[in-house]
């Protein structure tokens, strides 16, 4: 149902929380295989928009399509396409790496005979084969989120949605997120990221997008604007927006 | 899409306040409800005879009975809010269902009043775990809790759908309880409709004269319609000022 | 598309089963809470033999109200805390098979520490509990109260107030389930002639149901966003 048209596309978009106007009339098209780093400042309603994305919130109007499915109305068909990664672990503490990926295979409905092998394969992948049978609760925040990816590409998503993905990580950890995310991007997967780290996002990303103030200040390819450009025109828009 | 859509908005509204701001079937809904009640209280208080058995605190049985049915019909109005809220998002529906939830709640809390001050004389005591009272005081508690959930949640639109959700299971509860004690005979509350085990002539049942019977249809078709109607017609309009005003406050913000 | 409804649910249900059998954190704590209230109980009723039989049911399905309502904080916190109740419903399950899942692992939970009671609570008062009616009762009423409880819970626990807002919330909605087990409870316990308090167990079974549907009906409301 694809076609020819964008992966993800949003029209009109609009999301009010409490008659406060969070995306305002927000129009986005995102192809098959981009790697987009959303920035913004705290409120800008990025966290908002990922939520939208991934079918955990309802738009209060405008539309949403991804891979031609109409969001929400027809989200059942897209979840199984979406990983998210969120700041929080979306993880349970009383189970092992190994027990949470498996009970996460059989919510997405994944082929009992693979998913042992599947999952060795992940844990290897995020670099914890060895920790695979210890509780998630002795992990640190670091292998916390490398397991919550883990979990995120357990149903091989088309679609990867990262919400703040780097949030408490030491400089080992966020390398290592470095390597899976561009390796994600290397296997073709359509990768939506928000983050507060300018560097790292021009750095991973392929198309960059600043949202102020409920709408898409900037929008361009990562190779644009290098690092220092790019602090100054996110200033920019910032503040332009609180000026107002 | 503005909240302001929703409501209904004249123009007029703005020059005028207090009672010439009224929509005129108000005026006269309210006026009617003055005047019945003021006819129902005479009939009451001097009009229906004194009661042999019990004298005159028989006469609060008027308004007992009424206010629970009074109470009734409001959170009827809550649970029809409710539902027609989820169904259509309306914040109209859940003006209304917050409005039945605080009408009926006041009317429930009359009820129990007026119960216990009939019983002090009648039954030597101020309360009984008779089952007819505790559902009677569930009822005011399960509406309680629901207004204490509205208050708990900021976010208005989780406010507003879990206080639906909420309608409809305090009305299954009030009326699996109600249907509880029909089934179970064995209290000592008078039974005024339906069977008793008690000998009708006994100490507390009732024995109704004309004037009597007369009294309590007139006030209880009183206090069952034109009372929780107006009286939730007032706190809808004044839900709705109160969710201007919220809509233009969040316009300024927005800006 | 989805996966299919009873593997959700049963997948939610074993994982809460997993978890609970590894930290035995929620049997403990509802466990400890049941015996100290009945403990409690006995001391501050001072009850003699003739009021011990009128009393004991109720004290019995008051302390496994409670000890459930514990057991739900727990249960339905355990998903918030790490966002866990989003990421089932990142999943393309049915959202009612979250409410099946949870609803048999909580009602579980309640029903065991009612069972345990009954022991517990024959030694402590010297009167049998364990009787095949009772356990019945047992059986129908942990199931109304851990219905509704379980959509109550999950309402409180995205609120504000979460924890305190429960037992306001449960305890009236409970009420005719608890009325009928009581009934049920104090005519078994005292021998009642089978024909006298049948009705209760009887209205048990469609107050279950009808709080079964309703809740099953409003759960897809209660974690929409």
Redesign the interface.
Same mark, same amino acid.
């Given at each position: 149902m694809a076609e020819k048209s964008a992966l993800i596309e949003m029209r009109a978009l609009?999301k *009010?929380?409490?008659?406060?106007?969070v995306l305002r009339k927000l129009d986005l098209k995102i192809e098959r295989g981009e790697f987009v780093a959303l920035l913004g400042p705290n409120g800008s309603g990025k966290s908002t928009l990922l939520r939208l994305l991934s079918g955990l919130s309802k738009p *209060?109007?405008g539309t949403i399509f991804i891979g031609g499915w109409e969001l929400p109305r027809e989200a059942a068909a897209v979840r199984a396409q979406i990983g998210m990664v969120s700041h929080r672990a979306l993880l349970y503490e009383n189970l092992t790496a190994r027990e949470n990926l498996q009970f996460f295979a059989r919510l997405y409905n994944l082929p009992q005979q693979d998913i042992d092998a599947q999952i060795r394969l992940l844990l290897e992948r995020v670099g914890l084969a060895k920790r695979g049978d210890s509780l998630v609760r002795t992990f640190s925040r670091g292998m916390q989120q490398r397991l919550s990816i883990a979990r995120a590409l357990l149903n091989n998503p088309a679609v990867l949605l990262m919400d703040e993905p780097y949030t408490g990580l030491d400089q080992d950890a966020a390398q290592v997120l470095d390597g899976l995310l561009t390796q994600a991007y290397a296997d073709g997967r359509t990768i939506l990221m928000t983050s507060h780290d300018l560097d790292r996002a021009a750095r991973l990303a392929s198309r960059v997008l600043i949202l102020s103030r409920g709408n898409i200040g900037y929008d361009a390819p990562a190779s644009a604007l290098n690092g220092q450009q790019l602090s100054e025109r996110y200033s920019e828009i910032t503040s332009l927006a609180t000026a107002? | 899409?503005s909240?302001i859509g929703n409501l209904s908005s004249n123009p007029n509204q703005h020059a005028r306040s207090g009672i010439a701001a009224w929509p005129p079937l108000l005026r006269i809904l309210t006026l009617a409800t003055i005047i019945a009640v003021a006819i129902g209280l005479y009939l009451g208080l001097f009009y229906s005879g004194t009661d042999i058995d019990q004298g005159q605190v028989q006469r609060l049985f008027y308004i007992h009975l009424s206010a629970f049915t009074g109470a009734f019909i409001a959170f009827c109005g809550t649970v029809l809010g409710g539902v027609q809220y989820?169904r259509t998002r309306n914040v109209q529906w859940d003006s209304i269902a917050l409005a039945g939830a605080e009408v009926g709640l006041a009317l429930s809390i009359l009820n129990l009043v007026t119960g216990m001050i009939w019983a002090r004389p009648i039954w030597n005591t101020w309360w009984t775990w008779d089952?007819r009272l505790?559902s009677a005081a569930?009822m005011c508690?399960?509406y309680a809790?629901y207004l204490?959930?509205r208050s708990?949640?900021?976010?208005?639109?989780?406010r507003r759908?879990?206080a639906?959700?909420?309608g409809?299971?305090?009305i299954?509860?009030v009326i699996?309880?109600l249907m509880?004690t029909r089934?179970?005979p064995d209290t000592i509350h008078p039974v005024v409709i339906g069977p008793s085990v008690q000998n009708p002539n006994a100490e507390g049942a009732f024995e109704f004269s004309e004037r009597m019977s007369m009294t309590i249809g007139i006030n209880s078709a009183i206090w069952s319609t034109l009372v929780p109607v107006t009286l939730m017609w007032h706190r809808v309009r004044l839900q709705n000022l109160i969710e201007r005003v919220?809509?233009l406050?969040?316009e300024v913000?927005?800006? | 598309m989805n996966t299919p409804f009873f593997q959700a649910a049963w997948a939610i249900l074993r994982k809460d089963l997993q978890t609970e059998l590894r930290s035995r954190e929620l049997l403990s704590s509802m466990g400890l809470f049941a015996l100290l209230s009945i403990f409690i109980f006995s001391f501050a009723l001072e009850l003699d033999r003739i009021a011990r039989q009128e009393a004991i049911s109720g004290v019995l399905w008051v302390t496994v109200v409670f000890a459930s309502i514990l057991g739900l904080n727990r249960s339905l916190a355990m998903e918030r805390d790490q966002g866990n109740l989003d990421a089932m419903l990142l999943a393309p399950i049915n959202r009612t098979a979250i409410f099946l899942g949870k609803l048999i692992g909580n009602y579980l939970f309640a029903l065991t520490i009612g069972l345990l009671l009954l022991p517990v609570m024959t030694v402590l008062f010297n009167m049998s509990l364990i009787q095949p009616w009772l356990l019945l009762v047992l059986v129908l009423g942990t199931l109304g109260f851990s219905t509704?409880g379980t959509?109550?819970a999950t309402?409180t626990v995205?609120?504000?107030?979460r924890e305190s807002?429960l037992p306001?919330?449960m305890?009236?909605?409970a009420?005719?389930v608890v009325?009928?087990a009581v009934?049920a409870s104090t005519s078994i316990l005292n021998n009642v002639p089978m024909g006298d308090w049948i009705?209760w167990p009887q209205?048990l079974v469609v107050?279950d149901f009808?709080?079964l549907v309703?809740c099953f009906l409003?759960f897809e409301?209660?974690i929409?966003?």
């Amino acid at each position: 149902m694809a076609e020819k048209s964008a992966l993800i596309e949003m029209r009109a978009l609009v999301k *009010t929380y409490d008659l406060l106007i969070v995306l305002r009339k927000l129009d986005l098209k995102i192809e098959r295989g981009e790697f987009v780093a959303l920035l913004g400042p705290n409120g800008s309603g990025k966290s908002t928009l990922l939520r939208l994305l991934s079918g955990l919130s309802k738009p *209060t109007s405008g539309t949403i399509f991804i891979g031609g499915w109409e969001l929400p109305r027809e989200a059942a068909a897209v979840r199984a396409q979406i990983g998210m990664v969120s700041h929080r672990a979306l993880l349970y503490e009383n189970l092992t790496a190994r027990e949470n990926l498996q009970f996460f295979a059989r919510l997405y409905n994944l082929p009992q005979q693979d998913i042992d092998a599947q999952i060795r394969l992940l844990l290897e992948r995020v670099g914890l084969a060895k920790r695979g049978d210890s509780l998630v609760r002795t992990f640190s925040r670091g292998m916390q989120q490398r397991l919550s990816i883990a979990r995120a590409l357990l149903n091989n998503p088309a679609v990867l949605l990262m919400d703040e993905p780097y949030t408490g990580l030491d400089q080992d950890a966020a390398q290592v997120l470095d390597g899976l995310l561009t390796q994600a991007y290397a296997d073709g997967r359509t990768i939506l990221m928000t983050s507060h780290d300018l560097d790292r996002a021009a750095r991973l990303a392929s198309r960059v997008l600043i949202l102020s103030r409920g709408n898409i200040g900037y929008d361009a390819p990562a190779s644009a604007l290098n690092g220092q450009q790019l602090s100054e025109r996110y200033s920019e828009i910032t503040s332009l927006a609180t000026a107002r | 899409m503005s909240a302001i859509g929703n409501l209904s908005s004249n123009p007029n509204q703005h020059a005028r306040s207090g009672i010439a701001a009224w929509p005129p079937l108000l005026r006269i809904l309210t006026l009617a409800t003055i005047i019945a009640v003021a006819i129902g209280l005479y009939l009451g208080l001097f009009y229906s005879g004194t009661d042999i058995d019990q004298g005159q605190v028989q006469r609060l049985f008027y308004i007992h009975l009424s206010a629970f049915t009074g109470a009734f019909i409001a959170f009827c109005g809550t649970v029809l809010g409710g539902v027609q809220y989820l169904r259509t998002r309306n914040v109209q529906w859940d003006s209304i269902a917050l409005a039945g939830a605080e009408v009926g709640l006041a009317l429930s809390i009359l009820n129990l009043v007026t119960g216990m001050i009939w019983a002090r004389p009648i039954w030597n005591t101020w309360w009984t775990w008779d089952p007819r009272l505790t559902s009677a005081a569930i009822m005011c508690l399960t509406y309680a809790a629901y207004l204490m959930l509205r208050s708990g949640i900021e976010n208005a639109e989780q406010r507003r759908r879990f206080a639906s959700i909420y309608g409809i299971l305090a009305i299954t509860t009030v009326i699996l309880t109600l249907m509880i004690t029909r089934i179970r005979p064995d209290t000592i509350h008078p039974v005024v409709i339906g069977p008793s085990v008690q000998n009708p002539n006994a100490e507390g049942a009732f024995e109704f004269s004309e004037r009597m019977s007369m009294t309590i249809g007139i006030n209880s078709a009183i206090w069952s319609t034109l009372v929780p109607v107006t009286l939730m017609w007032h706190r809808v309009r004044l839900q709705n000022l109160i969710e201007r005003v919220n809509a233009l406050k969040a316009e300024v913000l927005n800006k | 598309m989805n996966t299919p409804f009873f593997q959700a649910a049963w997948a939610i249900l074993r994982k809460d089963l997993q978890t609970e059998l590894r930290s035995r954190e929620l049997l403990s704590s509802m466990g400890l809470f049941a015996l100290l209230s009945i403990f409690i109980f006995s001391f501050a009723l001072e009850l003699d033999r003739i009021a011990r039989q009128e009393a004991i049911s109720g004290v019995l399905w008051v302390t496994v109200v409670f000890a459930s309502i514990l057991g739900l904080n727990r249960s339905l916190a355990m998903e918030r805390d790490q966002g866990n109740l989003d990421a089932m419903l990142l999943a393309p399950i049915n959202r009612t098979a979250i409410f099946l899942g949870k609803l048999i692992g909580n009602y579980l939970f309640a029903l065991t520490i009612g069972l345990l009671l009954l022991p517990v609570m024959t030694v402590l008062f010297n009167m049998s509990l364990i009787q095949p009616w009772l356990l019945l009762v047992l059986v129908l009423g942990t199931l109304g109260f851990s219905t509704v409880g379980t959509l109550l819970a999950t309402m409180t626990v995205q609120t504000r107030a979460r924890e305190s807002l429960l037992p306001i919330l449960m305890l009236p909605i409970a009420l005719p389930v608890v009325i009928a087990a009581v009934k049920a409870s104090t005519s078994i316990l005292n021998n009642v002639p089978m024909g006298d308090w049948i009705a209760w167990p009887q209205i048990l079974v469609v107050v279950d149901f009808v709080y079964l549907v309703l809740c099953f009906l409003l759960f897809e409301f209660v974690i929409e966003d």
